[in-house]
């Protein structure tokens, strides 16, 4: 089943916050983040493994919560190139899930001089 | 490296034919996978292949067809276009699975039937 993301739509001014939620309903094996500006193929951000590992990004950080199967990503002090559109990704322990992804709806980050 | 490739960037169909699109990666990734977007979506996943020989359905298979010779070589069958696969097509790669590895993606065919 498809991760819900929230919000689907975040406006920020430079140097502001921002916070993209990730759910499933489903246990969580890993969750990846990538993101993607218009017209472009999607870049890799983090990654976030069962266990509390994670890859990724010097400036972006997020964390993920096993019990409850949510993710959340972290934007600080965002700057114009932080625009796009933000995807999380889920991996399932089992079965159909095990080993791909599934990603969910994006969140659109627009971030204004 | 050239890091994932994908040819063409643009193709018009017409209702009923085929193509294929290609995919080709020079880091000696074991993983390669095929995604379709549509407009204001996410990615879902069409195939994937574990190595040379072995390929898997994914999300949303119907309509298309893959093979993996290669390890290099990933093409997406196109058979009988539709309108429903108008979208943009994204080839991706990952040493192994995606458990801890990020995916390397290609730059996209955007493809139309009409």
């Known amino acids: 089943q498809q991760p819900v993301q929230s919000p689907q739509a975040v406006i920020l001014r430079e140097g502001e916050d921002a916070v993209i939620n990730c759910s499933s309903s489903k246990a969580l094996y890993s969750v990846h983040w990538y993101r993607q500006k218009h017209g472009e193929a999607p870049v890799f951000l983090m990654i976030?493994?069962?266990?509390?590992e994670q890859k990724g990004h010097e400036k972006i950080s997020a964390s993920f919560n096993e019990k409850k199967q949510q993710s959340s990503l972290y934007l600080t002090a965002s700057q114009l190139s932080y625009s796009g559109t933000y995807f999380c990704?889920?991996?399932?322990?089992?079965?159909?899930?095990?080993?791909?992804?599934?990603f969910g709806q994006g969140t659109i980050l627009t971030v204004h001089p | 490296n050239a890091g994932v490739t994908q040819t063409p960037k643009f193709r018009i169909l017409k209702i009923g034919q085929s193509m294929t699109l290609q995919c080709a990666q020079d880091?000696?990734?074991?993983?390669m996978y095929w995604y379709r977007q549509d407009p204001g979506m996410g990615l879902k996943l069409i195939y994937y292949?574990?190595?040379?020989?072995?390929?898997d359905k994914g999300e949303v298979p119907n309509g298309y067809n893959v093979s993996r010779s290669t390890t290099e070589d990933f093409p997406l069958r196109l058979e009988l276009a539709a309108p429903s696969q108008t979208s943009v097509y994204f080839c991706?790669?990952?040493?192994?699975?995606?458990?801890?590895?990020?995916?390397?993606f290609g730059p996209g065919t955007r493809l139309t039937v009409l």
């Open positions: 991706a790669s990952s040493i192994q699975g995606v458990g801890g590895n990020e995916q390397f």
């Open positions: 990704g889920t991996e399932g322990f089992s079965g159909t899930s095990y080993g791909k992804l599934t």
């Open positions: 880091m000696n990734h074991n993983y």
């Open positions: 976030l493994l069962k266990g509390g």
């Open positions: 292949s574990v190595g040379a020989g072995i390929t």
